[in-house]
């Protein structure tokens, strides 16, 4: 783990100077011709602990992108964890495959068999791609993994904790945006009404916001666009133009870059999506250079965290679990007041956070 703030760029380096670049501890290729599932498990740190991620499945272009996508989101999953005040590390795994086509109760067993064999050191989850159902086959063949459903002791799924989470959060933007956090009457372009969108878009609505959704599903678009007042459909290149109030990235990594950010119209930017940022230093700082509030991705999107880590400690707690992802607003205001006290990328203000946590705990197990 490296104790000061890295920037990852997309690179055409070799797997290990990737890993030595990024700080990984350690890459584990999953592989099996018959269900065809090929897998990456990324563990990035186990200073706090155990590492905590999900499993995303996507139809990655190529291997490259499914190693790229794993090592930035096991990463991620650290800063993440550390900050949230999680006694647990940063991992994430990828299946690389389309979840509608390739996913078989072979393919997710084997998988949950090859989790198995890593004896604890990460524990799995639900991302892109996965449904509690999927969760469910994969604890068939081991036991570190989480997000059960409630009926079988676990704490289901996390997306409407991690829908939560955003929200408060969003709200927190806005207080320091307009002054007050209320959002009824703002206009917010959600990318993405996948499990965490939907829920978003739900609080949206009930507070009285005009939301606009995009989706390269139509079936989704169409059951969010039924199910709630006035929601908007817009095409998935045409959210970049919207004159909203706020950008909510809740699909995958990287849209906010070169090519969008002169497109973005809103003062805020808050959503559940991982890596939103394509350099977090680059990009954070013309946020702040245009006065965008950004509220840090892997800081406002820990609900689902929050919520799965009572699960791992074995005293599963709804109440508690709801309070305090309601506690990322708090969380979120400070690491901005900070941001624009100091004039520094609100990013890097919440991986410095992260990081000292880290390096705070790595010392005091070093002791006695
Ligand atoms: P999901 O698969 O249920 O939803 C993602 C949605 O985005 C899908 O409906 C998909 O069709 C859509 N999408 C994909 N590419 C798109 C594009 N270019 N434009 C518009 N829509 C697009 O996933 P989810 O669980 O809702 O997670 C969404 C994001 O939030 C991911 O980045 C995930 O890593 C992150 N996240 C999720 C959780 C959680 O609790 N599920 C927690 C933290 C972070």
Sequence with gaps: MTTTVEVFETQTISIFDQLD???????????????????IVGIHNTVLGPALGGTRMWSYKSESDALNDVLRL???????????GLNLGGGKAVIIGDARKHKTEALLRLFGRFINNLGGKYITAE?????????????????????????KGGSGDPSPFTALGVYVSMKAAAKKAYGNDSLAGKKVAVQGVGHVG??????????GAKVYISDIYEDRLKAVAQKYNGVEIVGTDAIYDLPVDIYSPCALGATVNDETLPRLKAQIIAGCANNQLKDERKHGQICLDKG?????????????????????????????????VEGLYDRTLQVLDISL????NAQIVAMEIALKRIKDMARIKSIG
């Design 21 to 39: 670049e990024l700080g990984h501890e350690q890459v584990v290729f999953c592989n099996d011709h018959e269900t065809g599932l090929r897998a």
């Design 74 to 84: 096991s990463r991620g999953m650290t800063f993440k964890n550390s900050v949230a």
């Design 127 to 151: 991302d892109v791609g996965m449904s509690t159902k999927d969760i469910e086959m994969i604890a068939y063949e081991t036991n570190h993994v989480c997000g059960l459903p409630e009926s």
């Design 198 to 207: 939907e829920y978003l878009v739900a609080h949206l609505v009930k507070e």
């Design 292 to 324: 965008i509030i950004y509220a840090p991705d892997f800081l406002i999107n820990a609900g689902g965290v929050i919520n799965i880590a009572t699960e791992v400690n074995g005293s599963y707690n709804r109440e508690w679990a709801t309070s305090q």
């Design 341 to 344: 006290k100091d004039g520094k």
